[in-house]
């Protein structure tokens, strides 16, 4: 069974830096595009990056020039660096791979507070 485990969050003061994983299971990671999301307090679950099969990557607007999405084949894990953090970019976040079946980690939560 296919599964992606997130890992990597905790608390970090504004303008720290964390970096999140995302470990699969059962399918490669180099196979399928992966992104990651992020849901915040009161809010709708949004789109943080995505990293597609070609390489490329794309990042919403609150999240560009601070935020680096990665993948290692050998170690079938995707990885999102964040630096610059500010308080907003505080939520749980998720893991997807997308394919005929899509699927979502279960989140790790990031705090981000002096």
């Known amino acids: 069974q296919v599964q992606l485990v997130e890992s990597g969050g905790g608390l970090v003061q504004p303008g720290g830096s964390l970096r999140l994983s995302c470990a699969a299971s059962?399918?490669?990671?180099?196979?399928?595009?992966m992104g990651w999301y992020r849901q915040a307090p009161g809010k709708r679950r949004e789109l943080v990056a995505t990293f597609s099969t070609g390489g490329s990557t794309f990042y919403t607007d609150p999240v560009k020039g601070r935020f680096t999405i990665s993948r290692d084949d050998a170690k079938n894990t995707v990885y999102l660096q964040m630096s610059r953090m500010k308080p907003e970019d505080t939520a749980v976040y998720y893991c997807?791979?997308?394919?005929?079946?899509?699927?979502w980690g279960q989140g790790t939560q990031v705090v981000v507070s002096s």
């Open positions: 997807r791979m997308w394919g005929s079946v899509n699927y």
């Open positions: 059962g399918r490669a990671v180099s196979v399928y595009a």
